[in-house]
């Protein structure tokens, strides 16, 4: 597995691995769609409900206040296989939900051999905010959650699953992680 970073697509040898990265593209998406403010908030856990962030006030983030258009999106998007490397294709999925999205709901789309998606937060996290008078908290970690390794073993994933973060990009094959700093 290899990883072109940079303007110039250097190779950030990665070795034992057959399959080349776009890591900047990887990086691109997450600047322009990574940071766009969640209209839902779906807390882990079996059984909870979506919260509307436009019910959320008080909100804190590792006890830092924070504006509710500061809670960002999980997006995803395809990986296609384009001119020898993975790169991110033109099929999108979001459900606007800072800890929630579907990569099978994706399109199909020719060359696709993957999907990516954003982590709005990049370590793990512990939030409070006001809803209805109430105070609600919990807590979520950062980097690939079980069900992000869970996707990636699935057979139409040929080159992977990617999370990218802020600060970094996971590279996920059948459960093989790959870890590359964003800078
Ligand atoms: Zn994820």
Excluded: C
Excluded at 24 to 45: C, D, H, L, R
Excluded at 51 to 68: A, V, Y
Aim: glycine share 12%; charged share 20%; aromatic share 6%.
């Amino acid at each position: 597995m290899k990883a072109i970073a940079g303007g110039k697509g250097t190779i950030e040898g990665l070795k034992g691995f057959g399959t080349t990265y776009d890591s900047k593209s990887f990086v691109s998406f997450f600047n322009k769609e990574g940071k766009i403010p969640a209209q839902n908030f779906t807390p882990p856990g079996p059984g909870s409900s979506i919260i509307p962030t436009s019910e959320m006030s008080n909100i804190k983030l590792n006890g830092h206040s924070i504006g509710r258009n500061q809670l960002y999106a999980e997006h995803q998007a395809n990986l296609i296989m384009k001119d020898g490397a993975v790169t991110v294709g033109v099929g999108r999925e979001t459900k606007n939900d800072v800890l929630y999205s579907d990569a099978r709901d994706l399109p199909n789309e020719p060359g696709k051999v993957g999907n990516i998606h954003t982590h709005p937060v990049s370590e793990d996290a512990s939030i409070s905010f006001n809803r209805n008078g109430l105070s609600d908290s919990g807590s979520f970690g950062g980097g690939p959650s079980p069900a992000d390794r869970d996707e990636s073993y699935r057979p139409e994933n040929t080159s992977g699953t990617v999370v990218v973060d802020s600060k970094n990009i996971y590279i996920l094959t059948r459960g093989k992680q790959i870890v590359i700093p964003t800078k």
